[in-house]
């Protein structure tokens, strides 16, 4: 499902999405050789790499991001309605996505509010993730900015976070269950 020069992410099948970026080096009949996002060359037996779910960057068509909102439950339906065609004309606008579909999602009305979620395909290539993470940025940019203009409150955006990403370029020091799959390097 790759080849050399390929942008992969690679996740343990039936795991939580612990994707782990990486750049494919060679391919040999054994092993795999990747670069990882921090720029550490890593071997994976390819016995392993069948038991491992592999999203090839390269080859994917458009990306789909979703963007969720949560929208105070008391909003009046005039205000929802000029909110979704506000996102509606943002994103047919923008050079950056081609469509949206936007729907109410579920409604916690203990909580006080109901969330929105905002399916859009990205024109940019699934392998340019920083545009593509900043596209998304400058989505929730605009639904903040239009809420606040419209008087709607702008409870919270759901973004999902990992606090421990980032924090080691040593793959086998990762907190997932890909860990095992990388065998350990000495020392500098």
């Known amino acids: 499902p790759y080849d050399i020069g390929d942008r992969v992410a690679i996740a ?6 612990s994707l782990l970026p990486c750049l494919i080096k060679d391919v040999f009949l054994m092993r795999t050789h990747f670069y990882s996002a921090n720029g550490d060359l890593m071997m994976v ?7 491992m779910a592999i999203t090839n960057f390269s080859r994917s068509g458009p990306l789909t991001i979703m963007v969720e909102l949560m929208v ?3 909003a009046p339906t005039a205000k929802l309605t000029e909110l979704l065609d506000a996102i509606g004309s943002y994103v047919k606008d923008s050079d ?3 469509a949206a579909d ?3 999602f579920s409604v916690h009305t203990n909580e006080g509010y109901m969330m929105l979620r905002i399916w859009a395909p990205c024109r940019y290539k699934a392998e340019d993730l920083p ?13 903040h900015s239009y809420m606040q203009s419209a008087g709607i409150e702008f409870i919270q955006p759901i973004m999902p976070i990992r606090p421990d990403m980032g924090k080691t370029a040593d793959p086998t020091a990762l907190s997932s269950p890909l860990a095992g799959f990388f065998p350990s390097r000495p020392g500098p």
Do not use: V, Y
């Not at 343990?12 to 999405?17: D, I, N, Q, Y």
């Open 45 to 51: 037996a390819n016995s392993s790499l069948r038991k």
């Open 12 to 17: 343990l099948e039936g795991h939580p999405p």
């Open 96 to 98: 950056e996505w081609s």
């Open 131 to 143: 545009q593509i993470m900043d596209a998304k940025s400058r989505m929730l940019l605009f639904c």
């Open 72 to 74: 105070p439950a008391t």
């Open 102 to 104: 936007i729907q109410f």
